[in-house]
């Protein structure tokens, strides 16, 4: 057992049991003809070989990468970033910044397509964000982005495939 191991069990040992539960919107079960993302409920284990080992770690152990070691953080091209599993789109790129962290940031997700709940790991509590499809773990939302919402999605570059404008968008992975 490792040190961010205890420290994570620690804090949802000690504040978990005094929060009310989160729920999902994508839970719901809504069909595919609605616009609404219908989650996989696929288990994490199934998604080895299909990631790499380090971008299972990201999307399913919930690691995170070394700053600034994601090739996607300088990535400057129009286009739109999928998830590394499921390839469900995330982020459009005119939303993408340079937030001097490291990791690629956006102002807002595409609606929808992620999910959010709190995070106790460090044990001060933080915004985690997964893909609502797969549930792959993208990265964390903090109130310290740019006008005129305010917020950064830091997300982890290797739960993430670029595809630049003009390139069709992957199949959906199942």
């Known amino acids: 057992m490792n040190r961010r191991s205890v420290l994570r069990n620690l804090g949802a040992l000690v504040v978990l049991p005094l929060l009310p539960s989160c729920s ?35 999307l399913f ?16 091209r129009e286009g739109t970033f999928v998830c590394a599993a499921c390839r469900l789109p ?15 940031s956006f102002t807002q997700p595409i609606a929808g397509h992620v999910e959010t709940r709190r995070d106790f790991k460090l044990v001060w509590p ?12 993208q990265g964390h939302v903090f109130n310290d982005g740019p006008r005129p919402r305010g917020e950064r999605w830091c997300n982890n570059g290797l739960a993430l495939e670029f595809v630049p404008n003009g390139q069709a968008l992957p199949a959906l992975r199942s």
């Open 24 to 58: 999902n919107a994508a839970d719901s079960g809504t069909a595919p003809a609605s616009g609404k993302v219908v989650p996989l409920n696929k288990p994490h284990e199934e998604w080895r070989g299909v990631v790499s080992d380090a971008a299972y770690d990201v």
């Open 61 to 76: 152990e919930e690691d995170t990468e070394r700053a600034f070691s994601s090739p996607l953080n300088d990535e400057k």
């Open 90 to 104: 995330l982020f459009d790129s005119t939303n993408k910044f340079d937030s001097g962290t490291g990791w690629p």
């Open 126 to 137: 933080r915004t985690e964000y997964h893909c609502a499809r797969c549930g792959g773990h």
